[in-house]
């Protein structure tokens, strides 16, 4: 099932960058764990699939440490005590959203003599059930973590309104686009966008995402 599902999945994602004038290569695959066990994880990456994301860092720990040869990104919402279990073993933090934060990811990686590779998180729906800054926030605060020179900035990441209809949260990838464009310069370039889940990728991938976070249609029984 993994493998057809994967095959499938791999089929949109070409499709779609296909459709916005885009190469297949400029997006990447992050297959989301939270719904997966270790084995369907260890078969992911005998599968080809190479980059994982997860949401907890405790109740994820053991799929994180069983397959050392993920590329983990961290994905959901990071408490700063948790930051010190998350530096040592997780290629990228998507989930960047507040200077607090970004202190304790400063501290913990010069603790550990580390660069942290990281994205900003920003709420473009406007939903008070999800973090992430208001995009009126975003440059003042790229401006504040601008002396942090552990951490490495490498774009922007948001989570749409869960809807039945992915046409109707075009408008917050494409904001999360143009935020990017509006605050990229040279030495802090944002290549990377995080957008899109199993129910809207093909849009967010029409918008400019470079990064999908895909569990559901990976790991579920169908898709």
Not at 21 to 38: D, F, N, Q
Not at 55 to 74: G, Y
């Amino acid at each position: 099932m993994l493998a057809e599902n994967y095959k499938k999945v791999l089929s949109a994602i070409d499709n779609a960058a296909r459709n916005a004038g885009r190469h297949p290569e400029e997006v990447r695959l992050i297959a989301v764990t939270k719904s997966a066990g270790i084995e369907d994880i260890r078969r992911a990456v005998a599968l080809g699939i190479k980059d994982f994301g997860a949401n907890r860092v405790q109740e994820e720990a053991d799929k994180v440490n069983s397959v050392p040869e993920a590329r983990w990104h961290f994905i959901g919402h990071l408490q700063r005590n948790k930051v010190k279990y998350v530096l040592p073993v997780y290629l990228l933090v998507q989930t960047l959203d507040r200077l607090s934060l970004a202190g304790e990811l400063q501290r913990c990686a010069e603790k550990f003599d580390q660069e942290v590779k990281v994205l900003v998180q920003v709420n473009t729906s406007g939903e008070k059930s999800k973090f992430g800054l208001a995009p009126g926030e975003l440059n003042g605060f790229l401006k504040e973590i601008n002396g942090f020179d552990r951490l490495n900035v490498l774009g922007l990441m948001t989570m749409a309104p869960f809807v039945d209809d992915a046409e109707e949260v075009r408008p917050y990838f494409r904001r999360l686009r143009q935020l990017r464009d509006e605050n990229a310069r040279p030495g802090l370039e944002l290549p990377e966008l995080s957008m899109g889940m199993t129910n809207d990728f093909v849009v967010a991938i029409e918008e400019g995402a470079t990064m999908v976070r895909i569990g559901g249609a990976l790991f579920g029984r169908k898709y």
